[in-house]
């Protein structure tokens, strides 16, 4: 019997008794196979260092063909900027030197998913390998997170995320905010009015599609709701393990832009879309839990407690609600104090990151933390908030901007590296940013100022003995430090409508 691949319901029941069967199994191209038995296209994609993922539609019998050992894809996915414009730097994985040379890549095919508003079309993410060696892509950001994954699993460990994203919703497209100059655009709702149960109302459609199709699309929503802003919705993704929470990250915003493009509406991500607007956050949320028990280690208690530190500062343990942290966890904070400043420029990865980063906005501006504390870089959620095993932190450093892949895993090797080198806290916690400064009696010990703009965080990175080349590699930060840095001249070289408006007529 011939299905039609518009039939979304008989393929989606078919997809779950074909993953029933095989869940406990690795999956396998003869799994696949049987997916894939009524199709006749598959649609791929992989990640760029934008977090932007690219991609291409391929006959069904050419991707299972090339399933198991790869095809050749453009290097030049890493060797240009999200307006494909060619970097002038000669980075060593794709450049004029080379030829912009093929890469390997190479199908996930644990991915395997159906894009419901595209005829229920199959698709598969994808990871990046030399094409000599066959081994990972140094700056393919799936790659970079499966390493620090594996890594965890050394140990018998594997991180569990929730990520957090707000957006602005727009009733405009792409030529009409280009034609405007994205300025005066009509919001999708209007006023600032969080959490309401009215303002969904007027967009009902949409709204429930936001949850319904991208759970059929394996990203699922735990929360969904409007936040404070014109037409801003904020949504809370179902907490995974870390390379699903990524991918899951991905796609969701894949899933909204092509969703509301549907309906006429255009969502943007942008951490600050405008001066007299809030900005769009996207926080992260990070545990560890053991791989065999599933016990959440960063719990008080638990086996993250099987061995105390012998160095740690004495607010480590005094502090109101510390006691609830696992000896783990506090020397996964300690390191992920310790190695943010140089990861800034991931955490905040464009030059409009750095508008939202400013005091008094509920946006972290100090290497900080505190017991759940808002306006910390790093809040620690723990019991009475929470159950025990629900004990994490959450990273409120990123804007909804982020690459998620790479967020998520240069918070998880910072963390490793506070763990493997047992640190102290770098400072006390704080509930405010007034209390960034604390006098102890070893003095006074001041939180350190996080990097202010897109030039300075590069910098940070890209600086000879820094965390986040212990910790992500030379090759990796090297090829991204110079990307954040072409970023930031592009910016240096642009003349804005501010300076017309301010100059083009009195000086």
Not at 32 to 53: F, N, P, Q, S, T
């Amino acid at each position: 019997m011939v299905y039609d691949t518009r039939d979304r319901d008989l393929l989606t029941k078919l997809d779950a008794m074909m993953a029933a069967q095989h869940r406990n199994e690795a999956i396998t191209l003869e799994h696949i196979k049987g997916h894939l038995a009524h199709d006749e296209r598959v649609k791929v994609a992989g990640v760029d260092l934008d977090g932007i993922l690219r991609g291409k539609v391929m006959s069904k019998s050419k991707f299972l063909s090339i399933a198991e050992e790869g095809f050749g894809f453009c290097s030049v996915i890493f060797g240009w900027d999200m307006h494909d414009k060619t970097y002038p730097e000669e980075l060593s994985v794709s450049n004029a030197a080379n030829g912009y040379r093929d890469i390997v890549a190479v199908p996930d095919l644990s991915t395997f998913r159906r894009i419901p508003w595209e005829n229920n079309i199959p698709f598969f993410l994808l990871s990046f390998r030399n094409p000599q060696e066959r081994t990972p892509l140094a700056v393919d950001p799936r790659s970079l997170l499966k390493k620090v994954t594996d890594e965890l699993a050394e140990y018998g460990w594997e991180a569990m995320c929730g990520a957090e994203f707000e957006f602005f919703n727009f009733k405009e497209t792409p030529e009409s905010a280009a034609a405007k100059g994205h300025a005066n655009l009509k919001a999708l709702t209007p006023g600032m009015f969080g959490y309401s149960l009215l303002r969904p109302t007027l967009n009902q459609d949409y709204f429930f599609d936001l949850y319904d199709e991208c759970a059929k699309f394996g990203v699922h929503l735990e929360g969904l709701h409007t936040e404070t802003g014109p037409g801003v919705y904020e949504a809370a993704l179902a907490y995974d393990t870390a390379t699903k929470m990524a991918d899951m990250a991905n796609l969701f915003k894949l899933s909204v832009k092509q969703l509301g493009m549907k309906r006429g509406i255009m969502p943007t991500f942008m951490a600050k879309p405008y001066g007299d607007q809030p900005g769009c956050s996207g926080h992260l949320h990070f545990s560890i839990r053991d791989i065999k028990t599933k016990a959440n280690l960063f719990a008080a208690g638990s086996d993250g407690d099987s061995e105390k530190s012998s160095t740690c500062e004495e607010w480590e343990s005094s502090a109101p609600g510390t006691e609830h942290m696992s000896q783990l966890m506090r020397w996964f904070v300690a390191g992920l104090l310790t190695g943010l400043p140089s990861i800034m420029c991931i955490l905040a990865p464009n030059i409009n990151s750095y508008k939202r980063l400013v005091e008094n906005y509920w946006a972290p501006v100090t290497v900080s933390w505190g017991i759940e504390s808002r306006v910390s870089a790093i809040r620690i959620i723990g019991p009475p908030q929470c159950q025990a095993k629900g004990t994490r932190l959450e990273m409120r450093v990123g804007g909804a901007d982020i690459n998620s892949h790479l967020a998520i895993a240069a918070c998880l090797a910072c963390g490793l590296y506070g763990i493997k080198n047992k640190l102290a806290m770098p400072v006390p916690p704080t509930t405010n940013e007034a209390e960034a400064s604390v006098t102890n009696g070893k003095g006074k010990i001041t939180a350190e100022r996080l990097p202010k703009s897109l030039k300075d965080s590069a910098q940070a990175m890209l600086a000879p003995n820094s965390i986040a080349r212990q910790v992500l590699g030379d090759e990796f930060v090297d090829h991204y430090g110079a990307t954040r840095m072409f970023e930031y001249r592009a910016w240096e070289m642009a003349v804005t409508s501010w300076e017309h408006a301010r100059y083009f007529e009195l000086v």
